[in-house]
Nanobody, 125 residues
Framework: VQLQASGGGLVQAGGSLRLSCAASGRTFSNYAIGWFRQAPGKERELVAAIRWSGSSTYYADSVKGRFTISRDNAKNTVYLQMNSLKPEDTAVYSC???????????????????WGQGTQVTVSS
């Protein structure tokens, strides 16, 4: 599985950004895409995830109500719509895939083993 992330940038607090993660390669129908972020000096955090089939999603408490993950099956792309951005959302955002043939816990970071490159999101106060 190959992943290509894009859409980062600089935005003022309260603004919005949409990240995209384009997937290619061989995938199983139950595979999942997660968006992670890592700020300097902090641990990597799984902020949202979605399974390729069905309606299962996962959100970290820190982004619930502000971020929305979605997918476009025709384009093999997963989106992360980020609204009401805060300075603490500043981080490098990366997408990763759990390419298991069986559905697994979306919120388990250890299951994501195919990674795309990161994209910087900076939120100014």
């Amino acid at each position: 599985v190959q992943l290509q992330a894009s859409g980062g940038g600089l935005v003022q607090a309260g603004g919005s950004l949409r990240l995209s993660c384009a997937a290619s390669g061989r995938t199983f129908s139950n595979y999942a895409i997660g968006w992670f972020r890592q700020a300097p000096g902090k641990e990597r955090e799984l902020v949202a995830a979605i399974r390729w089939s069905g309606s299962s999603t996962y959100y970290a408490d820190s982004v619930k109500g502000r971020f929305t993950i979605s997918r476009d099956n025709a384009k093999n792309t997963v989106y992360l719509q980020m609204n009401s951005l805060k300075p603490e959302d500043t981080a490098v955002y990366s997408c990763a895939a759990d390419n298991s043939p069986f559905p697994r816990d979306l919120g388990n970071q250890n299951y994501y083993d195919y990674w795309g490159q990161g994209t910087q999101v900076t939120v100014s106060s």
